[in-house]
C-alpha cells in the first residue's frame, strides 16, 4: 500500500462523515458492510487511568482504539461480524470489551470472572449487561473498507495515539500500562472460583 493511500484512509478517520452508536450499528438491517476493512472507537466518556492528551477529538469524542477485520487472508471475518462482537459479545471473545471490563471495574463492581466450564473468562452476564449499557451512552464507532487492512493497521496505530490498543502499539505509554492491567485482572480471574451466574451479585 503507497503513501498516499494511507493517508486517505487516515483522513477518514480524522474526520469522519459519521459516528455510529451502538443502537444503530445493532439495528437491522445492519449499517455495517459484510466487508474487510479498519475500524475506529470513539468515546464519550473516558474509562479511569486513560490518558488522552494527545488522542484525536471529534464531536467531543475521544479516538482511543483502532481494529482490523479480517486480521489475515486466511480469516473468515469481516467489519460488520467484528464490530457486532465488539457491542455485545463478552470479554472473551472481544478485547475490546475485556480492556473496558476491567478499566471501568471500580465503577461497575463486576470483575473479570471464569465461567461455565472455567476455561472462559467474561464479566459474567450481569457484567457484560452493564458493559452493554456503558457502551449505549459512551461508545461510537467508524469503519473504513480496505481489501487488505492488515497492511494499514501499524501505520494507524503510529499516526494516532490509540491508548487502548496493546499489540504492535508498543510505542504508546500507556500500552505496558494497559496490559499489566488485563494480566492482573485474568490472573485474579484464574484464582476466583468459577462464577455461579444464577447467584451473581456485583463484588463492590
Given amino acids: 500500500m503507497n503513501e498516499l493511500e494511507t493517508m486517505q484512509v487516515i483522513k477518514i478517520i480524522s474526520k469522519p462523515q459519521k459516528v455510529w452508536s451502538r443502537k444503530e450499528v445493532l439495528s437491522k438491517p445492519s449499517p455495517i458492510p459484510m466487508k474487510n476493512g479498519i475500524y475506529a472507537w470513539f468515546f464519550k466518556s473516558t474509562p479511569p487511568l486513560v490518558p488522552v492528551k494527545d488522542c484525536l ?5 475521544i479516538l482511543l482504539y483502532a481494529g482490523i477485520s479480517p486480521k489475515n487472508n486466511t480469516s473468515t471475518q469481516n467489519l460488520r461480524k467484528r464490530i457486532t462482537t465488539h457491542f455485545r459479545g463478552n470479554a472473551e471473545g472481544s478485547t475490546l470489551r475485556l480492556t473496558l471490563g476491567t478499566l471501568l471495574y471500580e465503577k461497575s ?3 473479570l470472572r471464569r465461567v461455565g466450564s472455567g476455561k472462559r473468562k467474561t464479566l459474567t452476564h450481569l457484567g457484560e449487561q452493564w458493559l452493554d449499557n456503558w ?3 459512551n461508545a461510537y464507532v467508524i469503519w473504513v473498507e480496505h481489501d487488505k487492512p492488515w497492511t494499514i493497521e ?4 503510529r499516526y494516532f495515539s490509540l491508548p487502548l490498543n496493546i499489540q504492535d502499539n508498543e510505542h504508546h505509554p500507556f500500552s505496558k500500562v494497559l496490559s499489566n492491567i488485563r494480566t492482573t485482572a485474568k490472573r485474579k480471574a484464574e484464582q476466583a472460583p468459577i462464577a455461579n451466574e444464577d447467584n451473581q451479585q456485583r463484588t463492590m
Wanted: hydrophobic letters at 35%; charged letters at 45%; glycine letters at 6%.
Fill in 109 to 111: 463492581g463486576y470483575e
Fill in 57 to 61: 477529538v471529534f464531536e467531543n469524542k
Fill in 135 to 137: 457502551m449505549d451512552d
Fill in 154 to 157: 501499524k501505520d494507524v496505530l
